[in-house]
């Protein structure tokens, strides 16, 4: 984006300076709220309004933004929280598998009936009682 910025802005830098310092001759300036009149050179009004109209709309721009910026910094600052709870719980639950596997190995395991002796168990009823 940057490069792309600069390919197109220098052109039209030195389009406006070659047209700013060709034209020499002097403008008088009215400031409408106030009687000041100031007589300067079209080589020193030009460069010095482009510049001004550029720093208003950087500053526009930036004021426009504000919400962005500040629902950016929300979400970095809830990300964060949420980290923490989530590499809490994570430990928590590595502490239950810990848990868990302790207590598989002091218990010792039923063996398990096959498929066909628990269909006799439930078909055939002991006869031992």
Do not use: C
Not at 21 to 32: C, G, R, V, Y
Not at 64 to 84: C, D, E, G, I, T
């Amino acid at each position: 984006m940057g490069f792309i910025k600069f390919v197109i802005g220098l052109p039209l830098f030195v389009l406006l300076l070659v047209f700013a310092f060709t034209n020499n001759d002097f403008i008088t300036l009215n400031i409408w709220p106030t009687d000041i009149e100031i007589i300067t050179s079209l080589s020193v009004a030009i460069p010095f309004f482009v510049i001004l109209g550029y720093v208003i709309g950087w500053l526009f721009t930036w004021m426009s933004y504000f919400p962005v910026r500040s629902a950016l910094r929300a979400h970095k600052k809830q990300n964060k929280k949420l980290s923490k709870e989530q590499e809490k719980l994570v430990k928590e639950v590595e502490d239950l598998h810990g848990d868990i596997a302790s207590m598989k190995s002091s218990t010792p395991l039923k063996e398990a009936k096959s498929f066909k002796e628990r269909l006799k168990s439930i078909f055939f009823k002991n006869k031992s009682n």
